[in-house]
T-cell receptor, first 110, second 112 residues
């Protein structure tokens, strides 16, 4: 079992829909990252959080440390949001290394 | 553009050849990371540096792999005697201490 599990693996939505991607982890962490990867490989960091909730534009990330669970929400989705969204954790005991989930492929249709 | 650059962006090589990749991090970042990503998978940690010191290496980093960051600025990742299983995207990231990691565009390696 992977230490970081994401669901769903694939998600197709219509433009304007509210989207939720989930991340569960099984280890103690010091931080959790949400990353976006577009075709061609470039990865952009969306959020780094260790508690509570963060918001940036139409993106919202939440984390529940007790339940070892985080969600990424996209409001009013748009075709340009189509990408792979990756959850990654920095373990309490691993220094700076990140452990990644396998990613969620999001496709938003116009 | 995150400010982290990698060179080359693509590399095709024959099995058994040596390859070297370069990463230039954001200049004020003291930490530099190498990850590897195969198709359809999330990235996997390879190694990281704090300034010029290599602080951690993954078991994935066999003795055919070596990484350096000689002056605490750019880093190189060398793979000797490449194998087809080395085909992957090699990603570099940098950060200031344990803050947000900024990723480069990656080097896509294909071993024939």
């Amino acid at each position: 079992k992977n230490e970081v599990e994401q669901s769903p693996q694939n998600l197709t939505a219509q433009e304007g829909e509210f989207i939720t991607i989930n991340c569960s982890y099984s280890v103690g962490i010091s931080a959790l990252h949400w990353l976006q990867q577009h075709p061609g490989g470039g990865i952009v960091s969306l959020f780094m959080l260790s508690s509570g909730k963060k918001k940036h534009g139409r993106l919202i990330a939440t984390i529940n440390i007790q339940e070892k669970h985080s969600s990424l929400h996209i409001t009013a989705s748009h075709p340009r949001d189509s990408a792979v969204y990756i959850c990654a954790v920095r373990r309490e005991t691993s220094g700076s290394r990140l452990t990644f989930g396998e990613g969620t492929q999001l496709t938003v249709n116009p | 553009d995150t400010g982290v650059s990698q060179d080359p962006r693509h590399k095709i090589t024959k099995r058994g050849q040596n390859v070297t990749f370069r990463c230039d991090p954001i200049s004020e970042h003291n930490r530099l990371y190498w990850y590897r990503q195969t198709l359809g998978q999330g990235p996997e940690f390879l190694t990281y540096f704090q300034n010029e010191a290599q602080l951690e290496k993954s078991r994935l980093l066999s003795n055919r792999f070596s990484a350096e960051r000689p002056k605490g600025s750019f880093s190189t990742l060398e793979i000797q005697r490449t194998e087809q299983g080395d085909s992957a995207m090699y990603l570099c990231a940098s950060s200031a201490w344990q803050e947000t990691q900024y990723f480069g565009p990656g080097t896509r390696l294909l071993v024939l």
